[in-house]
């Protein structure tokens, strides 16, 4: 595989369940992201990921809650959501996160919570 | 704060028509500019990329833009637009010591 990998694709969950989505990329780089795209509104940055440390959390509910066990993986372990919450997940890596390096997107997880 | 404005959250263009799409930019100092292009139901691709040297950058599809610092510009232009073009458009800017900021996304509809 190349590029950055998400997966599922498509994910359904009820309110009370709980999930994880996972980001995978395979560029060797140091810095990953979260963002959340919904119908209406702009790209929203959820978390940056440098060096596997969090460095930045953009004022997200606790339901969501990231992981980083190395520099080649992410997760977003989801629980107790809302139907707001619905929307398409994208995970991007770029080489670090600061220096005109341009980030690279995963396919994106389409989360429906119902 | 760094800024990115992209001006028209929806642009029309007729098949074979040119493509124009608006992006400017607030700041001071030195920018890196970037074009991406996100298809339904996929994640954003880069189109192109503005780092230092030649202000007029060529990309993917047959897209290109030019940095104009004066006017806090980077403009996304092709100069005949194909039906395979309709998609949702991002410019972003960066600076050395920080992070990528999106605009907020132009969509553009291609018209038979």
């Known amino acids: 595989e190349t590029g950055v990998t998400q997966t599922p694709r498509h994910l359904v969950m009820g309110m009370t369940n709980k999930k994880s989505l996972k980001c995978e990329q395979h560029l060797g780089h140091n810095a990953m992201y979260w963002y959340k795209q919904s119908a209406k509104k702009p790209l929203e940055l959820m978390f940056v990921y440098s060096l596997e440390e969090r460095v930045e959390n953009n004022s997200v509910p606790s339901r969501f809650s990231p992981e980083c066990p190395n520099s080649s993986h992410l997760f977003l372990h989801l629980h107790t959501l809302q139907p707001e919450d619905s929307a398409l997940y994208l995970c991007?890596?770029?080489?670090?996160?600061?220096?005109?390096?341009?980030?690279?997107f995963g396919p994106g997880t389409r989360l429906t919570v119902t | 704060a760094q800024s990115v404005t992209q001006l028209g959250s929806h642009v029309s263009v007729s098949e074979g028509a040119l493509v124009l799409l608006r992006c400017n930019y607030s700041s001071s100092v030195p920018p890196y500019l970037f074009w991406y292009v996100q298809y339904p139901n996929q994640g954003l691709q880069l189109l192109l990329k503005?780092?230092?040297?030649?202000?007029l950058v060529k990309g993917i599809n047959g897209f290109e833009a030019e940095f104009k610092k004066s006017e806090t510009s980077f403009h996304l232009t092709k100069p005949s637009a194909h039906m395979s073009d309709a998609a949702e458009y991002f410019c972003?800017?960066?600076?050395?010591?920080?992070?990528?900021?999106f605009g907020k996304g132009t969509r553009l509809h291609i018209l038979p």
């Open positions: 991007a890596s770029s080489q670090d996160r600061v220096g005109g390096y341009e980030q690279y």
């Open positions: 503005y780092t230092t040297g030649a202000t």
């Open positions: 972003a800017v960066s600076y050395r010591d920080d992070k990528i900021i």
